[in-house]
Every structure is written in structure tokens, then in C-alpha cells.
């Protein structure tokens, strides 16, 4: 029995290519042009959920993005999808759907017992109770998490590829209905550059499921010529599948374009989705109006759906929605509806008008169709259990707030309802329009752009076919023109359509006493009924905002496109007040939900989440064994494990062997940054705390920078390469910002100052050469240089070559032993180092990384600016007085040295630790403190920020900052750590090693 | 007023829901007060009920100019935790997190505060080195948590990534059982209701549009509604404490920028817990109806527009995709904006100002939420005394004059 | 997301900017005569204003310079940008 509701002929489906699918884990049949829910439909199936709340059954509302019921687990396994929309599911043969949110299954859902209580879940119950016992929230919790939420999460890695592409355009048509493509003819014919996107899987909107003509022939050939003709055009791209979601400052739009979601697994490309961002000059929205429906008792049964879908259903797709219908509207569209669907063979019991009379041309016609009007008469409750089966009718007083008379019960399984149209206000709104209330006709139209915008057709308000091709023709002119085009298209023709003006209704009078009778649904998703909306006005939620909060009306994934206007409406007339001064929600992207994979691209993983930056030595350590560790985006080599050596063992020989003989660093992450110009020792006097004017041409100086706050920011060498001429270095982490940081001094406030900086840290490669080999080591790899200690001593820097390239060597330590920092150009950087280490080998030149530098350096009592410091930390603390200029009237930071907090006797200061048991290494972040004893809260002196076993000193060594430490020299404290462990440290003067610095002065 | 119970709910299903009275009056607002907060978020609505209650100052007014919770209250990702690493923050946070505990049972009103736990993860050595300085000192100072290994994270969140092959790998996190989640409106609505029921006069579309002194202190404000009198005035206004202060003749060391936040469609319980990640920018959580809570990073320019810029979600998001490469055929559902007051040293303004009985409460930065009782503890101590509590002493409007800066996002480079 | 004009380069991105803050606060000279007070104005203390506000930019991924905007903190909208050094236009001019 397939597709038993499939009419004979017509729709735009094709009867050739039948498709297999499964819903719930049952075969069906469907066509090849058909959404989910048509293929559905077609099949006669009508319940496919549950609702989130009362799991009432369910059926198709709509044909579109509005649709709140029809949510499904689309595919199992990677390629999963949570919470599809059926109305917009393309079908593909060997499709999977389920329903979600319900258990065991769609037709027995044990959770359906939450209907016959729903008497106790009104809106926001959940704050009135659950709380006690208090120990049992977490429970109850738990409970309510796993009835809450839709569909499931994905488990496995996905698959797919999703894509982001960038695009200026004169025009942005977002919508390809009949108005958009209008707008993108009229613009395209001017010469802009068009994009148009549209949701659909096809252009031309709401009129491809009509019956109209337009230019003397049918709408549908008329929409095929117009793609057709912009297909042509070379400046314009057609997006189908495409939902502009988000329409943020500047006319910067994104579009969501999905490119593999309608095709069998097995038929996929590799990109799933592509993000759009665009530029627009201007921006054409079109995006139509939605259907909404009228709101009474069991508004919500499987059968009842928007008189629009039932159109859309029956024309476009060829299904019947039902064998017999009754059409419930207070407006002129659904009279159409009737039509179409008689047209295609379902039986039309009536149609339910809500006005008193209705005599459009539209009316009559569908009298004399002879269908049934019932004027000045409402739906007030329905019945059927997982199917409609009737509706029940009323009279409606002349002035439209009650009902009266003879109840009437007309059999059906079909109500198609229609309460009137609402613009898609959404990217306006977004936009930062506020969209205006139009009275009359009882909608919002959009409002006045502050942004290069037109509206046009349906989300402008305009309802009718002839007024759309007019508006959408209008709209693409005035956007060409306004991007400097001549532009003068003629819009296409339709018929005028005469009609009635709504009645606008939004709770409808029923013979029920308000909040007693049948539940009638606002926000089908999440079980808003219009009782909720009244409790909350009890309860003193009468802001739309807190209406929304409380009930949770319009969070759903439809984000309340279907019943958001309608709740404001009953909220309005609860409230006695009128729906301009209730107002709206704001419109919030997305417009419709979209991948988070789409959001992310291709800007993940090891590679692209953010750039990578590698030295030129970087293949070398990776050959040699070593581990990595991220500072900033750069790899730095960590440490370099010989055989199943691990880390401590691994940095024990490392610093050994640098201690001992020779080793050799990979420095070229320092930041280096190159500053010319006249005025370059002036502004140096600026940025470091200490003396730069007399520094000699060919030395170096190491200094601080502070922020203006007084605090340690960076530390580094500056060399003097000349008299107007420096060579400074930064931390590997700080170089683009104390970049940034410099200029910004320089251009914003000492304009005046000659000065030019430009980054050089890529252009270098540098290899630190450590120990008391490194004389011998450079003196045989680096020409043109007396490296003697007298021609070359501590602090100094002199250019030589290696093999034919330039290379400047540096006297710098980092580690208290003599060191040369050998550098060249990074296209050379694996050539020097393979010298070095080859000129090194007769040392048994060792490798190594950061961890066995921050040993060496600890050893030392040198700090690492980030580590022993943390931006509240001066350099008075760290001991390093002798850094801060006593002769300069200024420089930044200085006064704020002078606060009264900055000078306090008690501050953090930095000091050396020794464990009792010299093997002990207290670990880094302990607390210290005086007694760990006493009772929480425990006083905090201080804390350690560096500490390691050091294999040169045969004991542990710690850096720590402690409370007015530098008087405390030989005090114990102890370091209180987890699980009760306490080490006992005495506070020592933090060089462990070679206080004399006889080993670097060589 | 009825109080809310299992039995009151049955109750009232009876007579059809009916009866319910309002969770707050809707009075006209009085000529004077003996207090006026401005500002009905979270933190207003809470001093408002402990000056009451801690304080019995009853005659009193909160004044709210749009909606109350319809600022950053209504707008955050819910976070809740108190692993502060100074002594300052920890002691604040962690009279907060006190009250979170028992605030359902004292307000009467399910702010269904979730304590599922709070990850804060390390992506490389320098964020571990901080990790463990935090959670030492939390320990000290009497807060729970502990430092966990990626393999613990991955049997607790099995979802999580923690491959070494992706761009910053996960090294360890601290973990604070005791945080969690709550329900964001529910909190300035149990607030509201509690703090009605001791007589607080909860006004709403009341914008506080000048702050009139007479010789250097506070006599009352001028509003949308009309003049009110008051010779104290409590202003906490996130998102607009520069504006309020300019009315008031002052400057606060305060940017207001934007912060963005999205939901994606509600899924079945797939987190369970609060994951937190600084070094890539990704805070995460699931809400009770099932929605994905994600937070994003701050903009970088001043801002009131309650929107940020759309390269900052990209960003997000990858981060995301990044920690949870499952969540790619997740989808965003919404995305939205709030304007959060930052201070220099990422730390709240709690206290005096230069006018007599004005006092400020502001600056909370991306992180108030958390606060929100304790906050209102603490600025009702202060309103009512005319002097900070020993909490917020240390966050006054002076420490940066003196430099007494308490810098929670230079030490820890912890995310709020 | 901005669109910027950058008095060097033209319109560009946003993404290619980084915003440095208030704009025209001058360093004061002698900072050793001035009182923690007014140090602490100048280091600390923001006017933050709700509607224009001058500011800083740098066009970070361009020119490097830096420069500065008129710019209103509730629509976004940049009424101007000019160079460093210049007068900046009045707050009303569009």
C-alpha cells in the first residue's frame, strides 16, 4: 500500500523516480522531489512526534521553516542529524528518519502519562516545587534533563567537510521567491553583482505550489525563465539551499548553503555545508510571509495544519493532506486552500470563516465549487486521538468575543487553518530595524532600515502575486541604482486579486471557561498553551520578554516563527492593551538552526585552529627525538628523551652536559624587533625602566618593560647596532604585543620621535651555544670573529660569517654560563645548526629545550617573565633594583611605582627555596605558608613559581614569591599541598649556583 | 503570599492555576524611600531582599528601567563556581557559592542550581603551573577542587577530545565539584518575589534619568516616573555603571564591551558538567531543557548594541568543535549579546563613591553571575552601614588610587 | 561586523583592526608631580560613554597604524576616522 494519498497527476514531483525510506524503522515509499514529511503525508502517516512537555501526538503543521512538530533523528551513526525540520528534509533514497522524544516508540510513549498531569505542569512549575529535600535536586534533576531536550547528539566523528567562502556583491536578494527574483532580475539586468539565496531546494518560494499565472502564462514557467535568465548572468550567483541567517552591522550577511544533506549516503561530496560571509552594498530582503494558525481547544491534533501547507501539499507535491477537510480562516487566503484542495480530490466539508460574510471574488468562487461556507462561525475544539477525526463549531457574536448557539460537529481529518500572514521580519529586525505594527492588517511589517536595505513582496507585507513581482522589480532597481547603476526593469504582470481585510483573532472565544477547557497550543514545540501565557500574566510576567522566559513560548528550534505573533496577540489582549505597546521579542540569529560544524569550517585541528609557527631548525628536532611544547602558536622543543630516558632524567643529562661542556638551544622564538631612527635611544629610555643613551655602539643591555601600572610585562637584550640602531629582544609569548605596544607610544603619543620599528623575529634563526665549550664551539664555525674574551666579551655582539652567510653573534646568558646567541638568516638556520652541532660534536654538544633552559636559569635566580611573574608583580619584588633608573625623570610605569601599594614593605617578593630532603621538589603552584595547621582559612605567604630538581646542584631548587621574603632569609615555610603533604622549605637568596658568575665571566 | 510547594502546586491545579498571585506587586513607586537600588537585575534584586532581610530595611525601592533579569542576568551562560586564586575573589565568590547552596530553600523558588561540577582545562604548561597555584590556594582558603589528568576529564566527559593530534591539546584542568549551573531568570525572579514579600517596592519601566545631591551627598533621583527621594542609593547597573556615575558627576574605571553567548537546539543530556576552556575560548555547559550554553570570548571595543562582532562566534564555535569534534552536526540555535563592565584588573567595584550614600556596585565583568547572592550580600551590608563588609573592603573604588589591584585575569588567566 | 576606514588603506574588514580604546588621553608629562589621584584618572578612569566615543584603532593585518574613530557604541556606526594628530570632527557630524 504505497503512497496511497498520492494524487493522480501534477505537482512538481517526479513520477519516475520512486525513493525508499524508512521512518521509525518502517519501509515506505516516496518521489523524488518530495520533503519527508510530503513522502509522509503521501503514505497517509500523520502522527510523526510527540511533544516536548505532555507528549501529546503530533502531525505536520507546515511546509517550512516554521514547522514546530515535525522534528526528527534523521540518519543514525556519524552521519546523524538531531532535530531536522521533515518540512525541509529532502528525501534521498534509503533516507532513515525517527521521531524523538518519545519512548518506547511514537505510538506508546510511556511519557504520554504527562498529558493526563498536565493539569500540574503549567508554565514555570518547576520553580514552585522540586525543592526538598534540598539533596534532592540533583535527582530530580536528572529526570527532568532526560525527559527535556529533542533529538540525540551525534557520538561519532563526523564525516564531512564543512567550508567558509567570503563574497562582496552590489545586491544580496535574500529570499527566491517571486519578489527576490524579481529583485535579482532587475538588479542583474542593471549589471550589479547578485547573489540570491534562497532555503529552498528550488527557486520561486510560496507561488511554486501555485496555481497563478503571471505574464500570460503559468507562475511556475515564469519562475523557470527567470533562473533560466539569471543563470545566464555572469555577475550574478544563484544560492539554492541557501538560508541567509544572520544580518549583522555593515550589511555583513551570512549565509548557510547546504550542499550534500538531499543526497544518498553513499552520493555525498566531501563538503557538507559552506558558510557565507558577505559584503553586501546593498541588500534586497524577501523573505515572504508565514502562515499562522488560530489558536482554540486541541488545536494541535495530527491533521491540522496551516491552510497554506495543505496548498502547499496538494500543488507542489502532489499528496493529499486528507480525505476530507474543513478549512478554518479569518482571512481570504485559505479560500484558495479549499480550492486546491478539491482540486486534488480531497473532499472539502466546509469552509469556517470567522467574519460575518465574505464575498471576494475568491469567496464566491469557492461557493460556487460548492463548498460549504459557514460564516461568522469558529473552531472550538476538536477531536481524535492520534488522527483528527472532527472539529466542533460555533457561532461568534457580532463583535467577535464569544461564541454562541448550537455547537456543530463537522467530520474530518483534515483542518486546514489559516489566522493570517506574517511577514518574515526576521533579517530586518536583525538588522537593527524595529519592525512596525501594522493594526489593519494585523501583522508586523518591517521597519525603517538603518541599514542599505529594501523589503520587498511577502516580508514587506505584500500578500498578493501581482504586488510582489511589482515590489520585488522596485526593490532590485532602487539597489542597483543606489550602487551607481542604471536600472529600469518593468515587473512582471499577475492578476490583482481582490480581497477582504482579516479578522484578526488570536484566542479564540470558546464556550470553555478561560484556562479550564482543552489546552490550545501557542508554541506547539515546547507546549505553550494560551493558559500558560494567562498564568503568567497572573503572576506578574507581563513584559513579552518575561512571557517568553517563563513559558519558554518561542525557544523552540523554530524559535517561534509559528506562534510567537499569536502569543503576543493573546499576551496583548490579556493585558487589555494593544499589540504595538506589547511589542515583539528580539530577533535574534539564526534565523534557522544551523551546523555548528558550518560555524567552525576548516579552521580546526592541529594544522588551522590557529597557526602553527615552526623554526627553521624545527625538522632537526624532530629527526633528533625531541617533544614540543606550545608557547604562544610557536613548538618549541620541550626536551630531547634518549632511550627511555624521561623527563627529569632527560634534563639531568642535558644540563650536565651544558654545565660540564657544551649544549645548544633553539632560541629563535625570542622576539626580535629591529628599531631605527634618530630618536631610537630616547624612546628605549621610555620603554625600559633603566639607561640607554650611553650604551656603546656593539653592546647589549638587558632591561624591563613595564606596563604603565607599575607591573613586569617584558623583559629581553637590546643590542645597539649603532648609534641609531637597535636590535631588541622580546619573550617568545609577549614579541606582537610589546610590537603593538611600542608603536602605539610612538605614533599616538611621541609623533615627534624619529623612530621606526619592524619585526625581524622570522627573519632570524638563532642558536643559543651554552657552556664552557661554546668558545670553541663558535670560534670554529663562525668566521671573521675574535671571539678571544678580551676582544669579545660579555654583553657584546659582532657580525662574522659562517660558510659564505652573514651571521651575528651575540655574548648573551641565559644561564650563567658563557654563551654566544648565534644568529642568521632563517633560510640558513638548519646550516648553522648542523655546523654547531657538527663543531660540537668533539664536546658531545648536547640538544636541548626549554624545560633544561628553565632549570639552567633557575639555577641562576633568573626569572621568566610570565612564570615568576604575573602582572602584579614590580621589579622591586623580584630583587632587580639595580634595573630601574635612579637618574631618569620618567619612563613608563615609573610612577606608578610610587602608590602606596606598590611601595608597601609586605609585598610578594621573589626568593630562593631549599627543601629539607635536597631530592624533595616541591611542586609548582604550591602555597606556602607559615603554620599548615592552622585552621581554613589558612593565611597564603606566597607561592612557588619555579622549581625543579637540579643535577648541577645535586638538590632540588624553587623560586618563590613570598610575603616581604627578602627578610625572611632563613625562616622555614611550608609548602601545603593536596591530600594533607607538607614540605618544609627554608627561604635562601634565589641564585643556587655560581654566585660568583665566575663561569660566564670567561 | 502563598509559598510555593508540591502541595501548593496540587492546590492550585485544582482551581485551575487561578489563584496564583503575583510573584511580585507592581506598585507605584512612593515619593521616598530609605533606599533606592537602581537596577532589577540579579544583583539589585538580591541586595534589595538582604537589605531587607539581613538588614530590615523594608522601605525601599528597586528601580528598574526595562524588565528585571532583562540584562546580563538574563543573558549569561549560568556559570557558577568560587575557584578564585586570590584571597579577595575566593572569600566573595565563596560566600556566593554559600549561598547558592541553600538559595532555592531561602528564596522559596526553584533556581534549580545544578552543582555538576566546573572543568577549567590547561592547554599547555604555563596553564597547568597556574592550575595548580589556584588549587592550592582554594584549598587553603576552604574551596573544593582538585587538579585531573586528561584521562580523568575523558572518563568523566567521555565526549570531550583530549588527542594530542588536535591544536592545544588538554593537559589537566582543575576541577570544582561544588560549581555548576542555575537557572539565570529564575534567580532575579526568586529574588524579585523575595524580597516583594518583605515590602521592597519592585518598579519596572523606571529609568533612572538624573542622580540629584545636595552638598556632596545623595538626595534622590530623577526618573521616568517621576522624582524619588532617597538619602541612600544602591547602583548596580551592569552594563550601564558608566553612564549612571557620569549622572552622578564621576568617572568609573570601566569599559563596557560586548559578550556573546549562543544555545544550540535542544539535544538529550549529552554534558554533564561545566567545561571551561581560557586558552582556546570555549566555555560550555547544558541547560535542564537540553540546549547546548556556550560562551564566547569578549570584543574588543566598547559597545551598548547587546551584539558583538561575528568573527568572535566563529572563533567560538571552532573552539568547540575543537574540544567536542561530535557537536559539528549539532546546530546553533541562537546567538545574542550583552554589554559587560570590565575593570582594570578584572575585578568587581564594590563600595563608596565620592557622593555621600551613593554606593556602586558594578564591574563584574564577564563574571557577576556567579556573584549574584553574594554580591547583594555584601552591597546590602554596605548600603545599610554606609561601610563595606570585610568582603568587599577590598574591592573598593580607591584600591586604584592606591594600586591595591586584585589582578584575577593577569595571575590566573582564569576565565569567569 | 565593521566595515573601517582606515585614513591610510580605505575600507577595510574588521577583522584586520584591533580596537586600542579611548582615544585623546594624553600622557601627562611631569608624572612625577602628579598626586595618586590624578595619576589614577589618568591610567584607570574611562568616560565609557553610552553614544559617541572616540577611540583608537589599529589596522593590526594592514598598515600597522594606529589612528582613531568617531564612533557611536550603540549603533556601531564609525562617523569618522581620522589620522593621529588630527582634530577630531565634532561629535554630531555624520
Not at chain 1, 678580551?790 to 650563567?816: H, L, W, Y
Not at chain 1, 642568521?824 to 654538544?845: S, V
Not at chain 3, 589621584?37 to 589596522?59: C, I, T, V
Request: hydrophobic share 40%.
Amino acid at each position: 500500500m504505497s503512497q496511497r494519498f498520492r494524487t493522480a497527476q501534477g505537482g512538481r514531483v517526479d513520477r519516475e523516480r520512486e525513493i525508499q525510506f524508512t521512518f521509525n524503522g518502517k519501509s515506505y515509499t516516496g518521489l523524488a522531489g518530495d520533503t519527508l514529511c510530503s513522502a509522509l503525508l503521501a503514505n497517509g502517516v500523520h502522527m510523526i512526534g510527540r511533544s516536548w512537555k505532555y507528549h501529546r501526538p503530533r502531525g505536520v503543521m507546515s511546509a517550512g521553516s516554521e514547522e514546530p512538530n515535525a522534528i526528527f533523528q534523521v540518519e543514525k551513526g556519524n552521519r546523524t542529524i538531531p532535530n531536522a525540520r521533515g518540512t525541509q528534509v529532502e528525501l534521498y533514497d534509503q533516507l532513515d528518519a525517527s521521531s524523538v522524544n518519545c519512548w518506547p516508540s511514537l505510538d506508546l510513549d510511556l511519557l504520554s502519562i504527562n498529558s493526563k498531569f498536565s493539569r500540574l505542569m503549567p508554565a514555570g512549575f518547576y520553580y514552585k516545587t522540586f525543592m526538598w529535600p534540598q539533596s534532592m535536586w540533583m535527582k530530580y534533576e536528572h529526570f527532568i534533563r532526560k525527559a527535556s531536550g529533542l533529538g540525540e547528539s551525534p557520538r561519532e566523528l563526523d564525516p564531512d567537510r564543512y567550508e567558509h567562502t567570503h563574497a562582496h556583491c552590489d545586491v544580496l536578494v535574500g529570499g527566491g521567491g517571486v519578489a527576490g527574483l524579481s529583485a535579482a532580475l532587475a538588479a542583474g539586468r542593471a549589471g550589479a553583482r547578485v547573489i540570491i539565496a534562497d532555503e529552498q531546494s528550488e527557486f520561486g518560494g510560496l507561488t511554486l505550489a501555485s496555481k497563478a499565472r503571471i505574464d500570460d502564462g503559468e507562475a511556475s514557467q515564469w519562475i523557470e525563465n527567470a533562473v533560466a535568465e539569471l543563470q545566464q548572468m555572469p555577475e550574478v550567483t544563484l544560492l539554492p539551499r541557501s538560508t541567509v541567517f544572520g544580518y549583522h552591522d555593515y550589511n555583513f550577511l551570512t549565509i548557510n548553503q547546504r550542499l550534500s544533506d538531499h543526497l544518498p549516503l553513499a552520493e555525498r561530496p566531501a563538503s557538507r555545508e559552506k558558510l557565507w560571509q558577505v559584503r553586501a552594498q546593498q541588500v534586497v530582503l524577501a523573505t515572504g510571509a508565514a502562515e499562522r494558525p488560530l489558536i482554540f481547544a486541541n488545536n494541535d491534533r495530527p491533521g491540522i495544519m496551516l491552510a497554506s501547507a495543505a496548498s502547499i501539499y496538494s500543488n507542489r507535491y502532489a499528496v493529499q493532506p486528507g480525505s476530507r477537510a474543513v478549512v478554518f480562516t479569518n482571512n481570504d487566503s485559505a479560500y484558495q486552500s479549499a480550492l486546491d484542495l478539491k482540486a486534488a480530490g480531497v473532499e472539502v466539508e466546509a469552509v469556517v470563516d470567522a467574519r460575518a460574510g465574505s464575498d471576494s471574488e475568491l469567496a464566491n468562487t469557492v461557493r460556487s465549487a460548492g463548498i460549504q461556507v459557514i460564516n461568522g462561525s469558529v473552531v472550538i475544539d476538536t477531536a481524535g486521538r492520534k488522527r483528527l477525526s472532527s472539529v466542533q463549531v460555533m457561532r461568534l457574536s457580532a463583535e467577535g468575543s464569544s461564541v454562541s448557539g448550537e455547537t456543530r460537529a463537522l467530520s474530518c481529518d483534515l483542518l486546514a487553518v489559516s489566522g493570517g500572514w506574517s511577514p518574515v521580519v526576521h533579517l530586518n529586525a536583525q538588522s537593527g530595524a524595529k519592525p512596525v505594527w501594522d493594526e489593519a492588517n494585523a501583522m508586523f511589517r518591517p521597519g525603517e532600515p538603518t541599514q542599505a536595505q529594501f523589503s520587498a513582496g511577502g516580508a514587506n507585507g505584500t500578500l498578493d502575486l501581482a504586488g510582489c513581482l511589482q515590489e520585488g522589480a522596485a526593490a532590485g532597481n532602487q539597489a542597483a541604482i543606489a550602487c551607481g547603476f542604471e536600472a529600469s526593469t518593468q515587473p512582471a504582470r499577475a492578476e490583482p486579486i481582490d480581497s477582504q481585510a482579516i479578522l484578526p483573532l488570536w484566542l479564540l472565544p470558546s464556550p470553555y471557561t478561560p484556562g479550564r477547557g482543552p489546552k490550545a497550543f501557542v508554541d506547539m514545540q515546547n507546549d505553550v498553551g494560551a493558559a500558560d501565557i494567562a498564568l503568567a500574566v497572573r503572576e506578574g510576567f507581563k513584559s513579552v520578554e518575561h512571557v517568553k522566559r517563563y513559558t519558554a513560548m518561542g525557544f523552540g528550534t523554530d524559535q517561534g516563527k509559528l506562534g510567537n505573533i499569536n502569543g503576543m496577540g493573546i499576551l496583548a489582549a490579556s493585558m487589555g492593551q494593544s499589540i504595538a505597546a506589547t511589542g515583539t521579542t528580539t530577533y535574534r540569529p539564526n534565523y534557522t538552526p544551523v551546523s555548528f560544524g558550518a560555524f567552525a569550517g576548516q579552521n580546526l585541528g592541529d594544522r588551522l585552529f590557529d597557526p602553527v609557527r615552526k623554526t627553521a631548525m624545527h625538522a632537526w628536532h624532530e629527526e633528533n627525538g625531541a617533544l614540543f611544547e606550545d608557547v604562544g602558536q610557536w613548538k618549541r622543543p620541550w626536551y630531547y628523551p634518549k632511550d627511555g630516558e624521561d623527563l627529569q632524567q632527560a634534563i639531568d643529562r642535558e644540563c650536565l652536559a651544558v654545565r660540564d661542556s657544551v649544549g645548544i638551544l633553539d632560541a629563535s622564538t625570542l622576539g626580535k624587533i629591529e628599531i631605527r631612527g634618530k630618536d631610537s635611544a630616547r624612546f628605549l629610555e621610555m620603554i625600559y625602566t633603566n639607561n640607554w643613551m650611553k650604551l656603546e655602539v656593539g653592546k647589549g643591555r638587558y632591561g624591563f618593560m613595564l606596563g604603565e601600572d607599575g607591573m613586569v610585562m617584558d623583559d629581553g637584550v637590546t643590542i645597539r647596532l649603532a648609534e641609531d640602531h637597535f636590535f631588541m629582544h622580546t619573550t617568545t609569548g609577549g614579541a606582537a604585543g610589546v610590537l603593538a605596544w611600542m608603536e602605539r607610544w610612538l605614533q599616538t603619543e611621541w609623533p615627534e620621535m624619529e623612530v621606526f620599528l619592524t619585526s625581524v623575529t622570522d627573519h632570524w634563526a638563532t642558536a643559543a651555544v651554552v657552556g664552557p665549550k661554546s668558545r670553541a664551539v663558535v670560534s670554529a664555525v663562525c668566521d671573521g670573529i675574535d671571539f678571544s674574551a678580551q676582544a669579545f666579551p660579555f654583553m657584546a655582539s659582532k657580525t662574522g660569517t659562517i660558510g659564505d652567510v652573514e651571521c651575528r653573534v651575540n655574548r648573551i646568558s641565559f644561564s650563567g654560563e658563557l654563551a654566544y646567541e648565534v644568529n642568521i638568516p632563517a633560510n640558513h638556520g638548519r646550516f648553522m645548526w648542523e655546523k654547531l652541532m657538527q663543531a660540537g660534536a668533539a664536546f658531545n654538544i648536547t640538544p636541548y629545550g626549554t624545560e633544561t633552559m628553565h632549570v639552567l636559569r633557575a639555577e641562576k635566580g633568573y626569572v621568566i617573565v610570565g612564570q615568576d611573574t604575573d602582572g602584579s608583580v614590580t621589579v622591586d619584588d623580584l630583587g632587580l633594583n639595580w634595573a630601574l633608573s635612579k637618574t631618569k625623570d620618567d619612563f613608563i610605569g615609573k610612577r606608578s611605582l610610587s602608590r602606596p601599594d606598590t611601595v608597601r614593605k609586605d609585598r610578594k617578593q621573589l626568593v630562593g627555596l631549599l627543601t629539607e630532603d635536597p631530592q624533595t621538589v616541591i611542586p609548582e603552584g604550591a602555597q606556602l605558608v607559615d603554620d599548615p595547621k592552622a585552621p581554613t582559612p589558612v593565611p597564603m605567604i606566597g607561592h612557588v613559581s619555579s622549581s625543579y630538581y637540579s643535577a648541577c646542584c645535586g638538590h632540588s631548587i624553587a623560586m618563590a614569591l613570598v610575603k616581604g621574603g627578602r627578610d625572611r632569609m632563613g625562616d622555614t615555610v611550608y609548602a601545603s599541598l593536596a591530600g594533607g603533604r607538607v614540605i618544609e622549605a627554608t627561604i635562601t637568596e634565589s641564585v643556587f649556583y655560581d654566585k660568583e658568575g665566575a663561569k660566564a665571566d670567561v | 503570599m502563598s509559598k510555593y510547594s508540591i502541595f501548593s502546586l496540587v492546590r492550585n491545579a485544582i482551581s485551575y492555576h487561578e489563584n496564583w498571585a503575583a510573584a511580585w506587586r507592581s506598585p507605584e513607586p512612593k515619593q521616598e524611600y530609605d533606599a533606592l537600588i537602581i537596577g532589577g537585575g540579579g544583583h539589585g534584586l538580591a541586595t534589595a531582599y538582604y537589605l531587607a532581610k539581613e538588614h530590615g530595611m523594608t522601605n525601599i525601592a528597586v528601580l528598574e528601567k526595562g524588565w528585571i533579569g532583562g540584562g546580563n542576568t538574563g543573558r549569561n551562560t549560568t556559570i557558577v563556581r568560587s575557584n578564585y586564586l586570590w584571597d579577595e575573589s575566593a572569600h566573595l565568590y565563596e560566600k556566593s557559592m554559600q549561598l547558592w547552596e541553600g538559595l532555592s530553600q531561602d528564596l522559596n523558588y526553584n533556581v534549580m542550581f545544578s552543582q555538576r561540577g566546573v572543568y577549567n582545562l590547561g592547554h599547555n604548561l604555563q596553564d597547568m603551573r597556574d592550575i595548580q597555584r589556584r588549587v592550592n590556594a582554594n584549598r587553603l582558603n576552604g574551596i573544593d577542587g582538585h587538579v585531573v589528568s586528561p584521562e580523568e576529564i575523558k572518563r568523566a566527559i567521555p565526549e570531550i577530545n583530549i588527542d594530542q593530534g588536535c591544536r592545544y591539546p588538554i593537559l589537566g584542568a582543575s576541577f570544582q565539584p561544588r560549581g555548576g549551573v542555575a537557572r539565570h531568570d529564575a534567580v532575579a525572579w526568586g529574588f524579585a518575589r523575595g524580597a516583594d514579600r518583605y515590602g521592597v517596592d519592585i518598579i519596572q519601566n523606571c529609568e533612572v534619568t538624573a542622580i540629584r545631591q545636595e552638598n556632596g551627598a545623595v538626595t534622590g533621583v530623577e526618573t521616568t516616573r517621576g522624582r524619588i527621594n532617597a538619602k541612600k542609593i544602591g547602583v548596580v547597573v551592569a552594563g550601564h555603571c558608566s553612564v549612571l556615575a557620569e549622572m552622578a558627576g564621576f568617572r568609573m574605571p570601566i569599559e563596557s564591551h560586548p559578550l556573546q553567548a549562543l544555545v544550540s537546539e535542544p539535544i538529550k543530556p549529552i554534558i554533564n558538567t561545566v567545561i571551561m576552556s581560557n586558552a582556546v575560548h570555549g566555555y560550555i555547559s547544558q541547560s535542564d531543557k537540553g540546549d547546548l550554553v556556550i560562551g564566547a570570548g569578549i570584543d574588543g571595543y566598547n559597545g551598548y548594541g547587546q551584539r558583538g562582532s561575528f568573527p568572535t562566534i566563529e572563533h567560538t564555535v571552532a573552539a568547540i568543535c575543537e574540544m567536542f569534534p561530535i557537536f559539528k552536526r549539532v546546530r546553533m540555535n541562537r546567538q545574542w549579546g550583552g554589554i559587560v563592565d570590565t575593570a582594570p584588573d578584572a575585578c568587581p567595584i564594590i563600595g563608596n563613591t565620592p557622593v555621600e550614600g551613593l554606593y556602586f556596585n558594578c564591574g563584574w565583568g564577564t563574571g557577576g553571575f556567579k556573584a549574584t547572592p553574594g554580591s547583594g550580600w555584601v552591597f546590602a551590608h554596605n548600603v545599610a552601614t554606609g561601610e563595606p563588609h570585610e568582603l568587599n573592603r577590598p574591592f573598593s573604588l580607591d584600591r586604584f588610587v592606591t594600586g591595591f589591584l586584585i589582578d584575577e585575569h593577569g595571575a590566573a588567566g582564569v576565565a569567569h | 561586523m565593521f566595515l573601517i576606514e582606515c585614513p591610510w588603506c580605505g575600507l577595510r574588514d574588521e577583522t584586520e583592526f584591533s580596537c586600542a580604546g579611548e582615544a585623546h588621553i594624553a600622557r601627562p608629562l611631569e608624572t612625577e608631580k602628579l598626586s595618586d589621584e590624578e595619576w589614577a584618572d589618568y591610567l584607570f578612569m574611562r568616560s565609557n560613554p553610552k553614544g559617541a566615543h572616540r577611540e583608537q584603532w589599529l589596522h593590526a593585518a594592514g598598515c600597522r597604524r594606529y589612528f582613531n574613530a568617531l564612533r557611536d557604541t550603540v549603533t556601531y556606526k564609525i562617523s569618522a576616522t581620522y589620522k593621529i594628530g588630527e582634530t577630531p570632527p565634532s561629535e554630531g557630524k555624520k
